[in-house]
């Protein structure tokens, strides 16, 4: 059965992670991973073993490599919405179009090492680039550095040579890896990879928990420290550099020997070229259209392509799956921001939740490979590969669906959406008695409104152009006192009703419009003592606030108790208790007297607590991962298996290509269709669940096959001779 066959070639493959293959870009000709290596000198080994010292050097280059990408990716759709204050939809477009660069850039790596450089010089070359991409994304995250368009310049160079780097490397390294090896020892070489696959495993989970600490709980130039984020990936990228450095004498380096995928491509150019050309119905016709290559190329390169495009074929469907998978650090972080992180004894930064994929990897792996499969053989079910990825495409467009109910319970406490010709207004009763507030021509507050009362949600006020000057009334104790106010649409206002040296008076002062980003709470003072205050939260944060109910500008602060605040009045100093402001909260805090040695406040929460927990993720990540290893992993295998020797490459170059080419479908809906984020999450659910129909159709079709037999059918068929294409055109042809 071909499933069990290529989990007995995929060894290596069972500790792997996501998107990291063990295919690697090989030479024309090349058997990965045992190719013919020019004879050297032997390396020395460790401690006696049969595994040469300097693979020592290379995994250790690994962890280092993959902890620095994945830091650095962990925080960088928050960096682009709070460091460049940019929408979502900028932010999550610009992340994707990074993480499809990523995946194009294999392919010129595997270029530069096999027709041109080799492996050894394309790493070291590349991770120079990678560093000095590190860097100049880390310079630009420095705040005090110019202005913001100088942040954008240099954050977006950093990003296109880390972008250069890691894709360019990705390809070298595992194969590096596999050269150090002498022939007799494929035992070793085996084990070696799924070392290196847990080294990137370990670079992975501990770069996504650890980045987003130093970027929230270290603070730096009065915010995020965006800089150390960037800079900690920065340092670890240049001490992989070193180590690979520090190898360099111990190291088997084999030549270029050229590069099968760009055979391929001329090949298939050749092809489509010369059946354009010979298009006359008085030629003979071939059996498959890359027989019309075979005047250039062997029966064996054409062979083997027909192979490997009966699998390329497959791959269409695939990138529908990447385009949701790689939303874990887009989308669904942003959804984090939105959320509940307090875990009790812990809280959760947004972008740490990313660290529940590589560790639900290690743990499904074993699960899946030890438990669910076995299993489900005993059950006498046929789980073929087929089956296997489109579960895998199930359990992902399950885990967006749970996202969008996920993301339908956190907008029930966003504010409303303001459209034009429409502002919203709510009532601060600060006076000793009830207020009735009654507003020109507009039918609102039918009940008066209590002194401190907790006030009710805002109520919609409709205006008859872009702005109004409305007459509000105040009944108050038998008196009637009217106000003007001028309302703009798409505004929030609070009417402040107040006792002023004994008469009603009352402002009227702009709200937030919206949640404060990044779970952070905003809080805003009033002062309502006949004296100027000098406020200190928690020992920086500084606030003056006049006096005679004077408002103060939102402040936003980290999520937390602040008990230890400090209010100075004429009178003295006094300690300021403002207790919890929670996540994604907004606040008002009047200070209403002083008496007994403490300042009297009251306090009333404009925009409700983030009140959906972090941990209703959790089944969405289970339900990803889970999909990722029946996925990624099978995927792999089988396409491995699907392939002659030659051609595994080629194969790793298309699945890449697939990642890449999501990542560019989530760039192009985030930019051109905008929609609210569930009916987002909707969309691609639907999206992958019809990929998934026409992939499983493509798959009941696809008939599995052993390359060895088809190479040997191959050379067996007769196919025309090189003298019987005299009749053949060649001259140049316009098209």
Not at 111 to 138: C, E, F, N, P, Q
Not at 347 to 375: A, E, K, R, S, T
Not at 499 to 515: P, R, Y
Not at 691 to 714: N, R
Request: proline residues 4%.
């Amino acid at each position: 059965m071909v499933g069990d066959k290529a989990r007995g070639e995929m060894n290596a493959f069972q500790r792997n992670e996501s998107k990291e293959t063990l295919f690697t870009f090989i030479s024309a000709g090349d058997d990965p991973p045992k190719g013919d290596f020019p004879v050297q000198k032997k390396s020395p080994k460790l401690c006696g073993s049969n595994y040469p010292l300097s693979i020592a050097f290379i995994v250790v280059n690994e962890f280092c490599e993959r902890f620095s990408y994945y830091g650095m990716r962990a925080v960088l759709t928050l960096y682009f919405l709070s460091f460049f204050h940019w929408d979502e939809n900028l932010s999550t477009a610009v992340y994707h179009a990074f993480s499809a660069l990523c995946y194009f850039t294999p392919v010129v790596g595997a270029i530069m090492a096999d027709s041109w450089l080799g492996k050894y010089r394309t790493i070291i070359y590349l991770s120079i680039v990678y560093v000095v991409g590190h860097l100049i994304k880390s310079v630009g995250a420095i705040p005090s550095l110019g202005n913001q368009v100088v942040h954008v310049i240099l954050s977006m160079v950093g990003l296109f040579l880390i972008a250069l780097g890691t894709g360019g490397i990705k390809p070298c390294v595992s194969a590096f890896g596999g050269d150090q090896f002498e022939e007799e020892h494929t035992s070793e070489r085996s084990k070696f990879f799924s070392i290196f696959y847990l080294s990137i495993n370990a670079g992975s989970l501990i770069s996504t928990f650890v980045t987003p600490v130093l970027r929230g709980d270290v603070k730096c130039f009065g915010e995020d420290c965006y800089a150390l984020a960037f800079g900690v990936p920065a340092a670890l990228m240049v001490l992989a550099l070193v180590v690979f450095i520090a190898g360099s004498g111990l190291y088997r380096k084999t030549p270029p020997q050229g590069n099968i995928l760009l055979e391929v491509c001329k090949c298939i150019g050749f092809a489509i070229k010369n059946r354009l050309k010979n298009r006359s119905s008085q030629i003979p016709k071939r059996d498959h259209w890359l027989d019309w290559a075979s005047e250039k190329y062997s029966k064996q390169l054409i062979g083997e392509i027909k192979m490997v495009t009966r699998v390329l074929f497959l791959f269409i469907p695939l990138p529908m799956f990447w385009a949701l998978f790689d939303q874990q650090g887009s989308r669904w972080t942003l959804q984090a921001t939105k959320m509940n992180a307090d875990f009790g004894i812990y809280v959760l930064q947004p972008d740490q939740m990313q660290f529940l994929n590589p560790l639900l990897i290690l743990v499904f792996i074993p699960i899946f490979d030890l438990g669910l499969y076995p299993l489900i053989n005993m059950c006498k079910f046929n789980f073929t590969p087929i089956r296997k990825m489109a579960t895998g495409m199930i359990l992902a467009g399950m885990a967006f669906g749970l996202a969008a109910i996920v993301e339908v319970k956190i907008n029930e406490t966003d504010m409303p959406q303001l459209v034009p010709e429409e502002s919203l207004i709510r009532v601060l009763n600060l006076a000793k008695n009830p207020v009735q507030v009654t507003i020109q021509d507009k039918d609102l507050f039918q009940q008066p409104v209590e002194a401190f009362q907790n006030p009710a949600e805002y109520s919609k006020l409709i205006l008859n152009g872009e702005q109004q000057s409305l007459l509000f009334t105040l009944q108050y104790q038998g008196l009637s006192l009217p106000f003007n106010y001028t309302m703009k649409e798409k505004s929030v206002y609070s009417l402040i009703v107040f006792e002023a040296e004994g008469n009603l008076s009352s402002h009227l002062i702009t709200d937030l419009e919206a949640k404060p980003e990044n779970g952070l709470a905003a809080v805003r003072f009033i002062n309502g003592l006949n004296q100027d205050v000098n406020l200190t939260i928690d020992s920086r944060w500084f606030i003056a606030v006049q006096r005679n109910y004077s408002a103060s500008e939102y402040s936003l602060l980290e999520r937390d108790k602040y008990n230890n605040g400090k209010c100075i009045t004429e009178m003295g100093e006094f300690p300021l208790e403002l207790g919890l402001l929670d996540f994604g909260a907004s606040y008002t805090i009047v200070i209403t007297n002083v008496s007994g040695g403490a300042v009297k406040t009251w306090k009333s929460e404009d925009i409700k607590a983030n009140n959906v927990h972090m941990a209703w993720q959790l089944p969405q990540y289970l339900l990803i991962s889970a999909g990722e290893v029946m996925f990624s992993i099978t995927g792999l295998a089988f396409s491995y298996s699907q392939s002659p020797a030659s051609m595994k490459s080629v194969l790793q170059a298309g699945w890449l290509l697939t990642v890449a080419v999501g990542n560019t479908f989530v760039l192009v809906v985030a930019q051109t269709a905008p929609m609210a984020q569930w009916a987002e999450f909707v969309l691609f659910t639907v999206l992958l669940f019809a990929v998934c129909i026409i992939f499983s159709i493509m798959g009941y079709f696809y008939v599995s096959v052993d390359p060895e037999d088809l190479e040997e059918k191959e050379e067996k068929r007769e196919t025309p001779s090189r003298g019987n294409m005299i009749s053949l055109v060649t001259q140049k042809t316009k098209l």
